[in-house]
């Protein structure tokens, strides 16, 4: 037992209900404060701040001060990882609503994981970036040809500077909707970033992401990537 890291350590963690329905709140990156999370787990304050004491103990969540108020955030992007790992392997939740019914397929579509674009257009984006030959695939890792050496500067991302951060560089992170892979690391980062900065999609409220007009123009031209997403 002593040989390996005690997964059950975390694994409670995450077990209890409340706690982990902050810690998917936070999935967005945005820091949200303590009431915030607690409404969004349906519990009181009090109660919410014992949770988020636990969580940021066991380093799956950080704190940040501004000012008088603080913010939680997860702590890191393996954290984040590791939720949507268990997602792939959690049961659908029950859809009661036309608007649980709307908000599930917006998120399937396109979202955020964490700090990087998930859902089809996600999985679709990376997948593409393999057929053109700008990545390929070597055990957890995609990584990048000449070719995609080229297209990310073109697309004005700094490969150099990304490779520096330290994080994964270009990570292969399983999507629990689709059950295929997108891109996750600091590249995944700058290429949801650099789709923001170009208006090609936008946020929606919770994680949901939507392709603009703008949007299906340029990833048609630049990638041959075609989608009725758009506002």
């Known amino acids: 037992m002593g040989s390996r890291p005690d997964f059950s350590f ?3 963690l995450m ?3 409340s706690r982990a329905a902050m810690l998917e709140a936070l999935l967005d990156l945005d820091g949200l404060p ?6 969004r787990a349906n519990i009181s304050l009090q109660t919410a701040s014992g949770h988020l004491t636990k969580l940021v103990e066991g380093n799956l969540l950080r704190v940040e001060k501004h000012g008088r108020h603080r913010y939680f955030r997860i702590a890191h992007a ?7 790992m268990l997602t792939v392997i959690a049961p659908s939740p029950k859809v009661n609503s036309l608007k649980d019914f709307s908000r599930a397929e917006k998120i399937q579509v396109a979202r955020t994981c964490y700090d990087h674009l998930a859902g089809k257009l996600g999985v679709l ?6 057929e053109k030959g700008y990545l390929y695939e070597e055990e957890n890792n995609f990584l990048v040809t000449k070719d995609g050496e080229q297209f990310f500067h073109d697309f004005n991302i700094d490969l150099d500077a990304l490779r520096k951060k330290r994080r994964h560089f270009a990570r292969k992170c399983l999507d629990w909707s689709e059950r295929r892979y997108h891109l996750a690391g600091s590249l995944g980062n700058a290429v949801l970033l650099q789709l923001l900065d170009l208006g090609w999609v936008e946020r929606l409220p919770g994680r949901a ?9 340029g990833l048609y031209e630049t990638l041959g990537i075609t989608t009725t997403e758009s506002k």
């Open 10 to 12: 975390v694994a409670k």
């Open 15 to 17: 077990a209890d209900s």
């Open 34 to 39: 303590a009431s915030e999370l607690a409404k």
């Open 78 to 84: 393996d954290v984040a990882q590791a939720i949507e």
């Open 125 to 130: 984006l990376t997948e593409t970036f393999i």
């Open 209 to 217: 992401v939507s392709v603009t007009e703008v949007g299906s123009e």
